[in-house]
T-cell receptor
Framework: AQSVSQHNHHVILSEAASLELGCNYSYGGTVNLFWYVQYPGQHLQLLLKYFSGDPLVKGIKGFEAEFIKSKFSFNLRKPSVQWSDTAEYFCAVSYNNAGNMLTFGGGTRLMVKP | DSGVTQTPKHLITATGQRVTLRCSPRSEDLSVYWYQQSLDQGLQFLIHYYNGEERAKGNILERFSAQQFPDLHSELNLSSLELGDSALYFC????????????FGQGTRLTVV
């Protein structure tokens, strides 16, 4: 079965610190990659997505992610976090042979201290 | 606002009961996906409907069922509820066809007591 691993369950950073959240997925053919964010009490919102092309993807709110095919990774980065980035972040994968069904990682809770 | 509407937002019910969760997708979307988010299992895919037809099943219990109606709204029916069914249930919609992003509703928080 396909799986997605997020290495960090909880991350605590001070404002202005840089962020990198790891995400690895299992091989299953052609993949589409996503990072979603869930603010407390809210629904999942798309931060960025990768389908094909340039492996460095820029998303909303200053986030970016890099797809490294050889490492089956899609790490999320932000150069300088803000208190408002406090949320839970989910990496997700869909495989082209499985429609747009998403397989999610376990999530990373980010707390940014002011 | 994602354009996906889920009702109710909160539901508290007793063990053994049956509940129905409702999802209205974005107006242009034909596909509806249901996901369960729980503390121990994380976010798991339950079932996918496209234009009224079931397309894929994930880790969905036999006590659970779903359907998508001609107006494309979907309902997830959970029966013989157990304490362990307490979770946040999300639906998401997509246009269908090729790879595309999913838009999520606010979720229904189900508490079984």
């Amino acid at each position: 079965a396909q799986s997605v691993s997020q290495h960090n369950h909880h991350v605590i950073l001070s404002e202005a610190a840089s962020l990198e959240l790891g995400c690895n997925y299992s091989y299953g053919g052609t993949v589409n990659l996503f990072w979603y964010v869930q603010y407390p009490g809210q629904h999942l919102q798309l931060l960025l997505k990768y389908f094909s092309g340039d492996p460095l993807v820029k998303g909303i709110k200053g986030f970016e992610a890099e797809f490294i095919k050889s490492k089956f990774s899609f790490n999320l980065r932000k150069p300088s976090v803000q208190w408002s980035d406090t949320a839970e972040y989910f990496c997700a994968v869909s495989y082209n042979n499985a429609g747009n069904m998403l397989t999610f990682g376990g999530g990373t809770r980010l707390m940014v201290k002011p | 606002d994602s354009g996906v509407t889920q009702t109710p937002k909160h539901l508290i019910t007793a063990t053994g009961q049956r509940v129905t969760l409702r999802c209205s997708p974005r107006s242009e979307d034909l596909s509806v996906y249901w996901y369960q988010q729980s503390l121990d299992q994380g976010l798991q895919f339950l079932i996918h409907y496209y234009n009224g037809e079931e397309r894929a099943k994930g880790n969905i219990l036999e006590r659970f069922s779903a359907q998508q109606f001609p107006d494309l709204h979907s309902e997830l029916n959970l029966s013989s509820l157990e304490l362990g069914d307490s979770a946040l249930y999300f639906c998401a919609s997509t246009r269908g066809g090729g790879p595309t992003e999913a838009f999520f509703g606010q979720g229904t928080r189900l508490t079984v007591v």
